[in-house]
């Protein structure tokens, strides 16, 4: 049933050739249309594109219709934004409100875009309540190089492990964590079940092996290890790569320009791995035909349900892997041994994490070195983009023995890592810091301390500055998630002045 379904899809799509473009399947049509890669800011000349976005803030049931069509005219930028809902009357945008140019029909805006390389905020107020209500949402244009950390888009608090009934199985074993928190794995004998909080189980059965009968429907199976997978994860691949299991990935959602992780942008450029379009617009055709046997999302997922579905009416198994929502950076790390289970490399993966955890050990026993940081980016609208208390860079920050300048309680609230401040604000809690670090993840690096002061000139007040202590990572830090070890082993030479060289850390002169 599973190859007949998969043969009519396949019958439904046009052959086309989509030249690395993202490909959409209109299911009222059966037509497919090729969405354009938006360019880079660099690349931008008057015309009119496309882009993909996401949209956090709200209650979830409120979207903006995706990809968004963006004219450039003398250089000026402009959304074009299309509401799923017909109720909301006006938006607010740096200030300044535009009011519905569709009363009637789904609410619709045309703002200004200062940059589509970094989180755009505004405020829409809907009027489907009692009473009109303003809500924030942050616009964030998907971009090939974004931060695994923003890979955040699902409420997990109403979430948890689904309870596990397996017939005619007996649990034997479960797999001790030490800081991971959003996965568990069970073993039955020669079967392992994977569970992952929010997103289901799944079952490995081996090679050569019957499938159990009677198994509840909710339970998805997947051939102990998988050799054709369709990965749409960025801060994955390269815990599968230290796992040695990049042979097994063969098609993925982001192009070769787009990857830092070295192997995976070679296995692209020499057609070991096929790129099949962002995740939420996949080559559907190209994944059946090289026999897709799982796909791996992120959350960003569950704002295209509509693809998760398709995929797994084609039989292919979808795990939506929760990395970016563990409490603890190291938790973050310990996912590297559920891809070793599930690609069978238990045993590498294993022992690559007890040696990055004996590195990060060795920092995090070291006493507290007393110096107050600062992590942080220029928006293109002047604000100063933060990272909060209890994120996974700030909780680095603090293991390696550093005091993070944002405190507990100073949060804005919403789901995101991240948060806005207004520069004045920025510079009374991190005038006096003694570490300056700028987040290249959005804006890429800057290469002196002149950059940073074109950037805002109050900054030639800042402690850090005076003293020579401003750095900024390295473009490719973000998606080197086995790199905490080093990243941690950073900080404490910064810390302590040992003059060892930094691997994810430019210092700025």
């Known amino acids: 049933m599973k190859k007949l379904l998969a043969l009519v899809f396949i019958c439904m799509i046009l052959v086309t050739s ?71 009357d006006y ?20 703002i200004p875009v200062k940059s589509i390389d970094e989180p755009l905020n505004v405020i829409a107020d809907t009027v489907a309540m009692s009473t009109p209500h303003e809500i924030e949402y942050v616009i964030y244009w998907e971009r090939d190089n974004a931060d695994p950390a923003e890979e955040r888009s699902f409420d ?44 289901g189980n799944f079952l490995l059965v081996p090679d050569q092996t019957d499938i159990p009968k009677d198994l509840p429907d909710d339970i998805v199976l997947i051939r102990h290890a998988p050799h054709n997978v369709y990965l749409a994860s960025t801060s994955a691949m390269d815990l599968v790569r230290a796992a040695g299991a990049l042979g097994n990935i063969k098609l993925c959602s982001t192009d070769a320009n787009g990857w830092y992780v070295d192997e995976a942008k070679a296995a692209i450029e020499n057609g070991s791995m096929l790129y099949v379009g962002k995740y939420r617009a996949p080559d559907y055709e190209t994944i059946i035909s090289k026999g897709c046997d799982l796909a791996i999302e992120n959350t960003m997922i569950y704002h295209e349900p509509s693809v998760k579905e398709k995929l797994e009416e084609l039989g292919i198994p979808v795990m939506v892997e929760m990395s970016s929502y563990e409490s603890h950076p190291l938790g973050r ?66 293991l390696s023995g550093g005091d993070y300048i944002i405190e507990a309680g100073e949060n804005d609230g919403a789901v995101m890592s991240t948060m806005n401040m207004q520069m004045e604000d920025f510079y009374l809690k991190a005038k006096d810091a003694d570490i300056l670090i700028y987040n290249s993840t959005i804006g890429g690096e800057i290469n002196s301390l002149a950059e940073l002061l074109q950037k805002n000139e109050l900054f030639a007040d800042f402690k850090a500055l005076r003293d020579g202590q401003v750095y900024c990572t390295t473009r490719n830090f973000f998606q080197q998630t086995t ?15 040992s003059g060892e060289d930094t691997v994810f850390l430019n210092r700025l002169k």
Request: aromatic content about 10%.
């Open 18 to 88: 989509c030249n690395g473009q993202g490909v959409t399947l209109h299911e009222e049509t059966s037509q497919v249309s090729v969405t354009p890669a938006a360019p880079s800011e660099e690349q931008i000349t008057d015309g009119s594109f496309l882009a993909d976005i996401r949209l956090e803030g709200g209650s979830g049931k409120a979207y903006i219709q995706s990809p968004v069509t963006v004219n450039v005219n003398g250089g000026e930028m402009s959304a074009v934004l299309v509401w799923s809902s017909k109720n909301y």
């Open 156 to 199: 997990i608090s109403a979430a948890g492990f689904d309870e596990v009934t397996l017939p005619g199985l007996k649990k034997t074993g479960e797999i001790d964590l030490q800081y991971a928190e959003m996965f568990r794995i069970s073993e039955y004998g020669a079967f392992k079940l994977i569970s992952i909080y929010g997103g």
């Open 483 to 497: 790199g905490m070890a080093q990243f941690m082993s950073d900080l404490d030479a910064i810390y302590t002045g």
């Open 333 to 398: 790390l310990e996912w590297i041994r559920l891809y070793g289970v599930l690609f069978d490399r238990q045993q590498e993966a294993d022992a690559f994490y007890e040696e990055q955890l004996a590195l990060t050990e060795s920092v995090m026993s070291k006493p507290s070195a007393g110096k107050s940081v600062a992590f942080f980016h220029v928006t293109a609208s002047g604000m100063i983009n933060v990272r909060k208390p209890g994120d996974y860079i700030s909780r680095m920050i603090e």
């Open 91 to 110: 938006m607010i945008v740096d200030g300044v409100r535009y009011d519905n140019e569709t009363p009637g029909a789904e609410s619709t805006f045309t």
